[in-house]
């Protein structure tokens, strides 16, 4: 998740401390696309909608809003889509992988919660 909160912070410690060295640093996610990939997605206005509306209402967003609104699962489209807005409007996103219940071992299934980083209700309309 590129656009998780705590995985943002160990990237740019990471670029900064490369950057010293004059090396490079590019975080990519398991199908390699980059945080400027993730940028260029576009997110559809019906998700925009509940994102906002909730953010507006509730001041965060969970696994659970977003499951009522799809009835499934997010899939990998639409979990790029909230990176993609996370990335442009600053937003606090935090990832936390499940684990199997079956396995005992982390999963491929996630949870997520997404918030305003300030008590400002217009955050809520820049969506």
Known sequence: M????????KARAAESI???????????????R????????TPSEKLKALLRETLRRKRKVGMSELRDFLGEWPSQEISDQIQSLVLQHDLDY???LLTNRETGQLG???TFTLSLPDKNENDAQSL
């Open 34 to 41: 980059s945080r400027q990939d993730i940028l260029k997605v």
């Open 2 to 9: 590129l656009a998780d909160r705590f995985v943002l912070a």
């Open 108 to 110: 491929c299934t996630y």
């Open 94 to 96: 935090r990832v936390e």
């Open 18 to 32: 490369f950057g010293q060295y004059g090396i490079g640093y590019c975080l990519v996610d398991a199908n390699g």
